[in-house]
């Protein structure tokens, strides 16, 4: 009857916490997935200015742009990634726009 019991109790924790372990490992995958995409769309933003900037004499309407659209892409993973239950942060990098040493912020998962 031990045994049984026994048996019974395992098969009932296995069976209360494995979904809540699988839903925590695709939300983990899905913020993953959330950055990735974000600092993509941040790098073809650097690309695109440092393109931008050898074929003109507006570095800093160039910059501004990319600093802005960098902070909204950001912004909007950051929102993202809270609604999974995930925090989110900014970790600057540094980029050279036509000589000029920019301060970007990609996106990475920070806690959960």
């Known amino acids: 009857m031990k045994k049984l019991l026994s048996a019974l109790l395992l098969v009932t924790f296995i069976a209360v916490f494995s979904p809540a372990v699988?839903?925590?490992?695709?939300?983990?995958?899905?913020?993953?997935?959330?950055?990735?995409?974000?600092?993509?769309?941040?790098?073809?933003?650097?690309?695109?200015?440092?393109?931008?900037?050898?074929?003109?004499?507006?570095?800093?309407?160039?910059?501004?742009?990319?600093?802005?659209?960098?902070?909204?892409?950001?912004a909007e993973g950051i929102e993202e990634l809270a609604e999974l239950g995930y925090e989110g942060r900014c970790v600057y990098i540094t980029v050279v726009i036509d000589g000029q040493e920019v301060e970007v912020d990609p996106l990475e998962v920070y806690h959960w």
Do not use: C, G
Not at 28 to 57: C, F, G, M, R, T
């Open 22 to 74: 699988v839903a925590q490992e695709s939300n983990y995958e899905k913020a993953v997935e959330i950055v990735e995409e974000a600092n993509s769309e941040i790098d073809a933003l650097i690309a695109k200015a440092q393109a931008e900037a050898l074929l003109s004499d507006e570095d800093t309407e160039i910059i501004a742009e990319l600093l802005d659209e960098a902070a909204e892409i950001t």
